[in-house]
Each structure stands twice: as structure tokens, then as C-alpha cells.
């Protein structure tokens, strides 16, 4: 999930995703290929804006 | 809707916060909110929520108190290690954490946090370090490396600097710590383990303030300021089997010193309690 209203760019979280899902556009994260995302958390750690988190789909 | 943690220990109204973008004390507030959560869902611990209590000066970092939704209060500039002991002393059973910076506990607060490690006063200390005044305008503070650049210092800084956790055991506390802000999940083991030792503790966590430190000193962006962190911040562990060479410019993170020694609470009430029996004599 990203809460667009709350991300900065600071471009923390697409430059430590291991598998390249986000990208920074016009100042704001965008997750290019969710697809390869494998849910490691690493942006929801990183993020210092609480911007990006994972959430489970089938709840 | 903000994640879980957050939703569950942070005044959601006063989001998104107003440090700069990439600016590390988001990462260390959220270490400290997902320690202060582990303890209280560990069924081995009996922490709970109410029992918490955050206290902070004034700075850039001090802006946490506000964000935790928590017993919280925002004291004078350099005073929270002596708010906080007020707090400790008048209710010995509460978890008083101070989050404070660089500046605010080693310059203007300095003699309150020598004083505290001395008296081993239960609290728990979170300093995020980040090199410089961030919310004056990026003067140099006690923790600036010698020769770096800061607006007060446009030729380079004369000060050797402290190292806020060695000057804390120095001064006699029982529990002094290292973390960062790359390493967010270590770090917030560390402090979890700060917030159970019984007797004063502090973390000394380096933060990464890119907007006036890093751009000053051409360190680059957050993320460039991170990647340096990766490289030359070592989990204690890893750092004990590197030769003296690989050691080179590096720094161990991880605990530093841990002692038992009386804590000033316990001896206080201690003291009543002799006095009142000897005064019924």
C-alpha cells in the first residue's frame, strides 16, 4: 500500500527494494512491477515517512 | 489508512511528519514504536501500554514525543533528562524513555546526562545523532566530525567530537548502546534490551540528516548517507571477527557496556523507608 499523500520521494524504498518493484516519479513512489514484488518489508522498514507497507490481499 | 504500527502507536492526525525528506528519525521513532510493541505483545515481559512514558527536549528529534501516542510530554530545550527523573522518581514503576538529539543531551542537556549515567536513574535515553543542529539551520553540534563544514563552521570544524555513548559510560551508566538508522531491525532489539535493563540506559543512534549535514559535507543523498552506514557501521558480532585492517574507519554497533549497579530509584525509596523506621523508634 502507499499513501501517496505522506511520501516525499526521498527514494529510500526503490533504492533498497531487492527486486527493483518501485521507482520514483514526479516526487512520489510508484510500484512498476508489483508483480515481482516477494514482500520482504524492506521499504516498510526503511521508509521514514510510514508511507509504503505491505498489507495481505486475501484478508 | 496507515499500517498497523502506526495506526496503533502513532497520533495519526499530526502525519505525515515534518522532517525533511530522507531525514533518518522517522526510521528510529519506528524502531521505538515496534520495540515498545514487541515488549508489550511478550507474554514473558509485563509491559503494558499505560506503563509507557515519552519524554523529549527540543530539536529536530524532540518533534517525536509529539508524533508517539503515548504518556508524552515536550519539555525545555536540553531538560528532558531532568523532567523525565522527576517523572521516574514520583512513579518508580513507569517506563520513562527520553527521546532526545546530539545537541540537546551532550551540549545544552549535557550535565543532566552525565548526572543521570552517575546516579544510574532508570531511564531510558534514545538519542538520534545526527551530526548538527538540524532545526536552527545546520550549526555544528558536540557529535560534528573535525574538519566537516556546518554553517557556524564554513572552513571546517576545530572540535574532536563526543562519542555520545562512551561519554555516557564514562560517566558511569549501566547500559550504553550503539544503532542506526540502516540497521533498523538491530536496532530496535537493541532498544528493547535498553528499555528491560534496570537502571539508566542510552542508545546512541546515528542519524542521517541529508538536507544540511549531508548536503554540506557532500555526502549526498539520504540514500547515499544510508549505503555509508551499511559500509562502515558494524553489528558487533561481525566487527569482533574483522581484522585490525578491515577495522580501519569503521565503528561496532550493538551494546557497549552492561553493568549491574544500584539504581538510584530503588536506593531512594530505600532511604524513606529506613528514615521512617528509624523515625519511629
Same mark, same amino acid.
Given at each position: ?15 533498497? %527494494?531487492?527486486?527493483?518493484? $518501485? ?8 510500484? *512498476?512491477?508489483? @508483480?515481482?514484488?516477494?514482500? %520482504?518489508?524492506?521499504?516498510? $522498514? ?8 505491505? *498489507?495481505?490481499? @486475501?484478508? | ?113 552525565i ?51 562512551q561519554l555516557a559510560a564514562g560517566a558511569g551508566a ?108
Amino acid at each position: 500500500m502507499i499513501e501517496d499523500t505522506w511520501c516525499k520521494g526521498c527514494g529510500i524504498c526503490a533504492a533498497f %527494494c531487492p527486486r527493483q518493484v $518501485l521507482e520514483i516519479h514526479h516526487g512520489k513512489v510508484r510500484a *512498476v512491477a508489483p @508483480e515481482k514484488c516477494v514482500s %520482504c518489508g524492506m521499504c516498510e $522498514l526503511r521508509c521514514p515517512d510510514y508511507a509504503i507497507y505491505l *498489507v495481505n490481499l @486475501e484478508e | 489508512m496507515p499500517s498497523d504500527l502506526v495506526h496503533l502507536y502513532m497520533r495519526i492526525d499530526h502525519l505525515p511528519q515534518m522532517w525533511c525528506p530522507g531525514c533518518g528519525n522517522g526510521v528510529i521513532m519506528r524502531d521505538v514504536a515496534q520495540a515498545i510493541d514487541e515488549l508489550i505483545n511478550d507474554p514473558d515481559e509485563r509491559f503494558t501500554r499505560e506503563d509507557f512514558v515519552i519524554v523529549s527536549g527540543i530539536g529536530c528529534s524532540s518533534r517525536a514525543a509529539g508524533y508517539l501516542d503515548f504518556n508524552s510530554i515536550h519539555t525545555t530545550h536540553g531538560r528532558a533528562i531532568a523532567f523525565a527523573t522527576g517523572i521516574k522518581l514520583a512513579n518508580p514503576k513507569l517506563h520513562v524513555i527520553v527521546l532526545t538529539g546530539d545537541g540537546d543531551c551532550s551540549a545544552i542537556g549535557g550535565n543532566h546526562l552525565i548526572h543521570a549515567a552517575r546516579r544510574n536513574v532508570g531511564l531510558t535515553v534514545i538519542v538520534f545523532n545526527n551530526d548538527i543542529y538540524g532545526m536552527t539551520g545546520g550549526q555544528y553540534s558536540p557529535t560534528t566530525p573535525t574538519g566537516d563544514l556546518a554553517t557556524t563552521a564554513p572552513y571546517g570544524n576545530l572540535d574532536r567530537p563526543f562519542d555520545i555513548a562512551q561519554l555516557a559510560a564514562g560517566a558511569g551508566a549501566s547500559f550504553t548502546a550503539r544503532g542506526d538508522v540502516f540497521h533498523a531491525r538491530e536496532t530496535t532489539e537493541i532498544i528493547k534490551q535498553a528499555i528491560c535493563h534496570h537502571g539508566f540506559s542510552l542508545v546512541d543512534v546515528y542519524s542521517v540528516c541529508p538536507t544540511y549535514y549531508g548536503r554540506k559535507n557532500k555526502k549526498g543523498d539520504a540514500v547515499e548517507m544510508l549505503k555509508w552506514q551499511q559500509a562502515n557501521l558494524i553489528p558487533g558480532a561481525r566487527f569482533e571477527t574483522m581484522s585490525q585492517e578491515d577495522r580501519q574507519g569503521k565503528k561496532p554497533i550493538g551494546v557497549l557496556t552492561h553493568n549491574d549497579y544500584p539504581e538510584y530509584t530503588d536506593e531512594y525509596l530505600k532511604l524513606i523507608d529506613a528514615c521512617r523506621k528509624k523515625g519511629r523508634k
